[in-house]
């Protein structure tokens, strides 16, 4: 099975700044999918970005933006100009493209945005 | 898009009793997943369907829980008996896979499970 590590359980943001959270993962698949999700206070899991291994440019959603490296086989999340509501939970997940059932997931960050 | 629909969204009962968490995926997604979320365990997988069919229940924690999916706009997870150490936050969450794996997962907003 693939594994999926984020090995910062904790992070935190001064508002305004730039953060980036790390995740790494173990495959021997060329085909995959990758995505980060977001889990604030409510609980609810929100799908941030996600990136196609296929593809060279790293995926953007406004301020959410990764920096995929597939021979490193690493796949960060920077969140620019944090903002308050960005303070949450999140988990790096990983998803086969030939077995695409599963999704293996990381142990997930808690990122905290400091006013 | 009405999302995934969990129901009920908290669920407080006493030990030994039977607990029936449900789960509506979005139309149209052939796979649905059953994660449990704790502290210390983070977020497990229990186990997933692929078109109704029950593919991988190896996160089953053992045969107190059972989960079914009798057609393809429901599924079922249940726990008879409940025991405390079942406390936790129950997801369901469904995909698309038809095609192209680049469809994300779609979570339900979680069922908060507390057995006395």
């Known amino acids: 099975a693939q594994t999926v590590t984020q090995s910062q359980p904790e992070m935190s943001v001064q508002e305004a700044e730039t953060v980036t959270l790390s995740c790494t993962y173990d495959t021997s698949e060329s085909d995959y999918y990758l995505f980060w999700y977001k889990q604030p206070p409510s609980r609810q899991m929100i799908l941030v970005i996600r990136q196609e291994a296929y593809k060279q440019q790293n995926a953007t959603e406004n301020r959410f933006s990764v920096n995929f490296q597939k021979a490193a086989k690493s796949f960060s999340l920077k969140i620019s100009d944090s903002q308050l509501g960005d303070a949450a939970m999140y988990f790096c997940?990983?998803?086969?493209?030939?077995?695409?059932?599963?999704?293996?997931f990381g142990t997930g960050t808690s990122l905290t945005v400091i006013p | 898009d009405a999302g995934v629909i969990q129901s009920p969204r908290h669920e407080v009962t006493e030990m030994g009793q039977e607990v029936t968490l449900r789960c509506k995926p979005i139309s149209g997604h052939n796979s649905l997943f059953w994660y449990r979320q704790t502290m210390m365990r983070g977020l497990e997988l229990l186990i997933y369907f692929n078109n109704n069919v029950p593919i991988d229940d190896s996160g089953m924690p053992e045969d107190r829980f059972s989960a079914k999916m009798p057609n393809a706009s429901f599924s079922t997870l249940k726990i008879q008996p409940s025991e405390p150490r079942d406390s936790a936050v129950y997801f369901c969450a469904s995909s698309a896979t038809g095609g192209s794996y680049n469809s994300p997962l779609h979570f339900g907003n979680g069922t908060r499970l507390t057995v006395t």
């Open positions: 997940a990983y998803r086969s493209g030939s077995t695409g059932n599963q999704f293996y």
